[in-house]
């Protein structure tokens, strides 16, 4: 015999109110009265025998047992909305997509134009920053990482190698008569040498490091910032060539070297295992993988 449900009204109600931390703003959201928001808690931990939340004065928090089930309750809660939405009609409504903002820059931005033409009743919502986001918690369906692909529960499929190398504008290179060997660069300014990525290029490239240390440079916090200020000639930067083929192409960078470094990062498709099968995440994975494929020509492994 399978164990008996608890009420769903009083599933949605714990589960608004575990997001918020506030019995108010659940109300706000589901549409309710305070009162009524306390009666569905109120049932729902008569029914389970033991206490949700912890009440204080103008606030409420999770007890343990709590938050132990309010994980649970979202991913059953998301389960039930995409088998809702799958059963309407397949992909469609919105796709939040969380990414790194140089990957949503300069390679997600110039090729959705073949996704919305191919899925044009599934709207594609960008999300960037380096925030490691939390599936159970914010409303995000899929993210683009860097790093070794290992996030326990997620699905993820490798999508290219995080290399990088040297890149800078012509008329920079130009100002010492050319960039011909790596040393031909400490004749420049460097773009945030504190970067680690410096330290392994140059041992690579068999120059020393130790000068590293000495040069001033600011951080930019993004690729696509450092090579936008390379492009305009203010030093050399060291990026990921994958993400400015374009701008490698129309002559603004210049990858003078063949030389590239890579530590072990690679650029990766995260979703929660337990919807590799909802539509809009299918219809955008395939996309995805089939896009960088057809431009990059990326050999690697797809999912582990």
């Not at 995000?140 to 990482?145: P, S």
């Not at 072990?264 to 650029?267: K, T």
């Given at each position: 015999m399978s164990s008996p449900l608890p009420p769903l009204a009083a599933i949605r109600v714990f589960d608004a109110a575990a997001r918020h931390a506030s019995f108010t703003k659940a109300a706000e959201e589901l549409g309710m009265t305070q009162a009524a928001v306390s009666y569905q808690i109120k049932l729902l931990e008569e029914r389970i025998g033991a206490p949700l939340f912890l009440r204080r004065p103008r606030q409420v928090s999770l007890t343990e047992v709590g938050q132990q089930m309010a994980p649970?309750?979202?991913?059953?809660?998301?389960?039930?909305?995409?088998a809702y939405a799958t059963a309407r009609g397949g992909a469609q409504g919105i796709l939040t997509v969380?990414?790194?903002?140089?990957?949503a820059s300069n390679w997600l931005a110039q090729h959705l134009g073949s996704f919305h033409l191919a899925h044009p009743t599934l709207a594609v919502r960008l999300d960037t920053s380096n925030h490691l986001v939390d599936f159970t918690r914010e409303?995000?369906?899929?993210?683009?990482?860097?790093?070794?692909?290992?996030?326990?529960?997620?699905?993820?499929?490798k999508l290219f190698d995080a290399d990088f190398t040297p890149m800078l504008s012509p008329g920079l290179a130009a100002s010492i008569g050319g960039v011909h060997e790596p040393a031909d660069l400490l004749r420049l300014p460097i773009l945030d040498p504190g970067d680690p990525w410096w330290r392994e290029w140059f041992s690579r490239a068999g120059q020393p490091v130790d000068w590293l240390a000495e040069r001033p440079?600011?951080?930019?916090?993004?690729?696509?910032?450092?090579?936008?200020?390379?492009?305009a000639g203010q030093g050399v930067a060291i990026v990921t060539r994958a993400l400015f083929s374009?701008?490698?192409a129309e002559g603004r960078l210049i990858q003078p070297f063949d030389i590239v470094g890579n530590d072990?990062?690679?650029?990766w498709l995260?979703?929660?295992?337990?919807?590799?099968?909802?539509?809009?995440?299918?219809v955008f994975r395939d996309w995805l993988l089939a896009e960088v494929?057809?431009?990059l020509g990326n050999t690697g492994p797809r999912a582990a």
């Open positions: 649970a309750v979202a991913d059953a809660l998301n389960l039930l909305r995409d969380s990414t790194l903002l140089t990957f409303e995000v369906d899929v993210a683009i990482r860097s790093g070794g692909g290992e996030w326990p529960g997620m699905a993820v499929h440079g600011s951080s930019m916090g993004a690729q696509a910032y450092e090579a936008r200020a390379a492009m374009a701008e490698i072990g990062n690679a650029y995260v979703y929660p295992e337990g919807r590799r099968n909802v539509a809009k995440i299918r494929e057809a431009s």
